[in-house]
């Protein structure tokens, strides 16, 4: 097992960089569409090399949205990082504040540690398997009546599909926000049902599910399993998370 301590230190010192290229980069910054059709910036580019470059000391092999390694590579290491140097480029572009860097180190197909930066907050959640949850220096401190009060309010993305169908069957207020906040959301008891339809990415969702699961919360697809971040393409099916166990709807 690898010094989980150590390499949580290490993500964070990445994570303090990447934050700081991003502030910097966000009235000088240039968009382009990559061969999917997602848009990357030059501040995608930038956070993901300060992030590539320190995490680089720890030798173990990186994934990142914008430099993935190939299913061949991946699929026979035990470890490997798994970035998104920066989640939310369209927020970015327009100048709103949801957007994220994402860190999470991935053992066979599970993430095992990691980190999510509110960069316009200057706020930093992080843990690993032996540890709680942290927002920046403290462990995160929320009651248990928050997440009580919050079990009905679940997350729309910006730019995604929602299942309306989803939100009036099990009668649920819904409120929107982009990006990998919204894992923020539910850590912070400010949401308590996370469902997501399609179209993520393992970058996008790693560091947030451990979070979540560290944080006595559930993560999983709509059979009820564990999600696998080492997947040929590194796409992920529909899947929910709850902000507490105790608080899940009826059925998961």
């Not at 230190?9 to 240039?30: F, P, R, T, V």
């Amino acid at each position: 097992m690898k010094n989980l301590d150590t390499l949580l230190q290490l993500s964070l010192k990445a994570g303090k960089e990447a934050a700081k290229i991003l502030l910097e980069y966000k009235n000088k910054n240039e968009i382009w569409v990559k061969d999917d059709n997602s848009p990357v910036g030059l501040a995608d580019i930038k956070s993901n090399e300060a992030i590539s470059e320190i995490l680089a000391s720890s030798d173990i092999a990186i994934c990142s949205e914008e430099n993935i390694l190939s299913y061949e590579t991946r699929q026979n290491l035990e470890y490997f990082w798994l970035i998104d140097p920066l989640d939310g480029t369209k927020s970015y572009a327009k100048n709103d504040k949801e957007y994220c860097v994402l860190i999470a180190l991935i053992h066979k197909n599970r993430p095992i540690l990691s980190l999510i930066v509110d960069v316009e907050n200057d706020a930093y959640y992080y843990a690993h398997t032996h540890t709680k949850v942290y927002k920046n220096d403290n462990l995160l401190n929320i009651s248990d009546e928050a997440y009580k009060k919050v079990q009905n309010i679940a997350l729309y993305s910006k730019n995604h599909d929602n299942n309306e169908e989803f939100f009036i069957q099990n009668k649920l207020e819904g409120i929107k926000v982009s990006s990998a906040l919204k894992f923020v959301y539910l850590l912070e008891a400010k949401a308590g049902i996370y469902p997501r339809f399609g179209g993520p990415k393992a970058w996008d969702i790693a560091a947030g599910d451990f979070l979540i699961i560290q944080n006595g919360g559930i993560m999983q697809d709509f059979d009820q399993k564990l999600l696998d971040y080492n997947t040929k393409d590194l796409s992920l099916p529909s899947f929910i998370g709850f902000a507490k166990k105790e608080y899940k709807l009826k059925g998961f």
